[in-house]
């Protein structure tokens, strides 16, 4: 080797300097920070109106629950079991199911069928009732005040309340939330399947009650990322 000519690199240089190894790196880090710090997601139905629409890309953080748990009033993204399915089991189509995929990983596209996203009305061991006698919910007995709410069930003290026939759908009956579990209700109370969906008739049956598992929770959802228009924190 002539004094000129530089040494050769070594094989750990050459292979760290590929576009290839440097693109490979660049999908790990892709997914670790999706698997453990964040995640975008994208909403799937009008059941968060006004405060997320349809369509409405947010940024999900997977850390927020590391140090204290899910509070009263967040808004969470989690994995719904068998509990909350509405309607007959279908044949799964290879092109939705790629597309939610690609859903899952971008946040661009269908999400997860069994992912839903909801506002967390009630921790363990709370109870939760509806309605006090002005028709708002009410846990462990204080009346929330909850300015986000989107064209609620319709009550009218004394002629469409829970205590007359037929009550208003706004009402359901007390509950105490079970260990590690959370009441889930949408902020468009009319159009949300969410936790009383289906103890909201007059005769509910006995195990009504579906609910969001703590193992269960991606994150919480912290902002509104896409559209531009709509950038903003929750």
């Not at 748990?69 to 509405?86: E, H, K, L, N, Y």
Request: charged residues 20%; proline residues 9%; hydrophobic residues 40%.
């Amino acid at each position: 080797m002539s004094a000129t000519e530089a040494p050769p690199r070594p094989r750990w240089r050459r292979v760290t300097g590929s576009a290839w190894f440097q693109l490979l790196l660049a999908f790990v880090v892709f997914g670790l920070i999706l698997s453990f710090v964040a995640k975008p997601y994208v909403v799937p139905s009008a059941s968060m109106q006004n405060t997320l629409q349809p369509g409405d890309r947010i940024l999900v953080n997977r850390l927020a629950y590391v140090a204290a748990p899910p509070g009263d009033g967040d808004v969470i993204v989690f994995d719904a079991d068998s509990t909350w399915d509405t309607g007959p089991a279908t044949a799964v189509n290879p092109i939705k199911a790629a597309l939610r995929w690609v859903g899952e990983v971008t946040g661009f596209g269908p999400s997860g069928s069994h992912t839903l996203v909801k506002r967390i009305i009630g921790t363990p061991g709370q109870t939760v009732k509806c309605c006090s006698a002005d028709g708002r919910v009410v846990v462990d007995g204080h009346p929330l005040d909850e300015p986000y709410v989107f064209q609620d069930f319709p009550f009218q003290p004394g002629t469409l309340d829970c205590t007359t026939t037929p009550a208003s759908s706004r009402c359901f009956a007390a509950v105490t939330v079970p260990k590690d579990s959370y009441l889930m209700l949408g902020d468009h109370r009319s159009d949300s399947a969410d936790s009383a969906y289906l103890c909201r008739s007059g005769f509910p049956p006995p195990e009504c009650w579906r609910w969001a598992h703590r193992d269960d929770i991606v994150g919480k959802a912290v902002a509104v990322i896409w559209p531009i228009g709509r950038w903003s924190g929750l």
